[in-house]
């Protein structure tokens, strides 16, 4: 990685963004000693210009980002990483500094849950008890709530509808789970499919 420092004055803006659900959570910026330190903690530490001194995040809250991935622009003088937070981001209590509460890219963060129940063999957990069962037992079960839906579709109730949605999706991770397959390898099949634009 070949960050321009110099371009920028000594410090490049850095985007955090969380691993799991893409959502971005805050932007600070980074000299070289930041950077290399992030690097070897993989814990994300900043240059903080109010303090004008390295500044580890969540050195005083816990609140810590680990690092998951660094990736740099085009133009050597932007860093985007990918972290796993550790609690809020934002000083406020907000998961991101931009105050954008949303459910996008929650799949993938309740993707990591079900695998979670499943390694750690929780025996309180319907999720781990239900992958114990077996593929057939999970593939059964993401048919019942299948016509579960497709009965909720021909009513009215939008809620019961949104619910029975749910519990598929969420059967569904189970079974892939099962198949020892990830959400992101369906998102490549549906990728493949995209229809390119006509020249």
């Given at each position: 990685?070949?960050?321009?420092?110099?371009?920028?004055?000594?410090l490049?803006?850095?985007?955090?963004?969380?691993?799991?659900?893409?959502?971005v959570?805050m932007?600070?910026?980074?000299?070289?000693?930041?950077?290399?330190?992030?690097?070897?903690?993989?814990?994300?530490?900043?240059?903080?210009?109010?303090?004008?001194?390295?500044?580890?995040?969540?050195?005083?809250?816990?609140?810590?980002?680990?690092?998951?991935?660094?990736?740099?622009?085009?133009?050597?003088?932007?860093?985007?990483?990918?972290a796993?937070?550790?609690?809020?981001?934002c000083?406020?209590?907000?998961?991101?500094?931009?105050?954008?509460?949303?459910?996008?890219?929650?799949l993938?963060?309740?993707?990591?849950?079900?695998?979670?129940?499943?390694n750690?063999?929780?025996?309180?957990?319907?999720?781990?008890?239900?992958?114990?069962?077996g593929?057939?037992?999970?593939?059964q079960?993401?048919?019942?709530?299948?016509?579960?839906?497709?009965?909720?579709?021909?009513d009215?109730?939008?809620?019961?509808?949104?619910?029975?949605?749910?519990?598929?999706?969420?059967?569904?991770l189970?079974?892939?789970?099962?198949?020892?397959?990830?959400?992101?390898?369906?998102?490549?099949?549906?990728?493949?499919?995209?229809?390119?634009?006509?020249?």
């Amino acid at each position: 990685m070949n960050l321009d420092f110099n371009k920028t004055n000594g410090l490049v803006p850095v985007i955090i963004q969380d691993y799991r659900t893409f959502q971005v959570l805050m932007l600070g910026y980074m000299n070289e000693e930041a950077f290399l330190k992030t690097q070897q903690e993989s814990r994300v530490t900043f240059f903080s210009r109010s303090k004008n001194r390295l500044w580890t995040k969540g050195e005083s809250s816990g609140n810590f980002l680990l690092v998951k991935d660094i990736q740099i622009d085009c133009d050597n003088d932007t860093i985007l990483i990918k972290a796993e937070p550790k609690g809020p981001t934002c000083h406020t209590g907000s998961s991101t500094c931009f105050g954008e509460e949303t459910a996008k890219g929650f799949l993938y963060k309740l993707e990591e849950t079900i695998s979670q129940r499943i390694n750690e063999n929780d025996e309180k957990s319907y999720t781990n008890a239900l992958f114990k069962r077996g593929i057939n037992k999970v593939a059964q079960k993401v048919g019942e709530e299948a016509i579960e839906l497709v009965i909720e579709a021909k009513d009215n109730n939008d809620e019961l509808f949104k619910n029975e949605a749910a519990d598929l999706l969420y059967h569904f991770l189970i079974l892939l789970k099962a198949k020892n397959m990830k959400l992101e390898d369906i998102e490549l099949i549906l990728k493949n499919r995209e229809k390119k634009p006509l020249s």
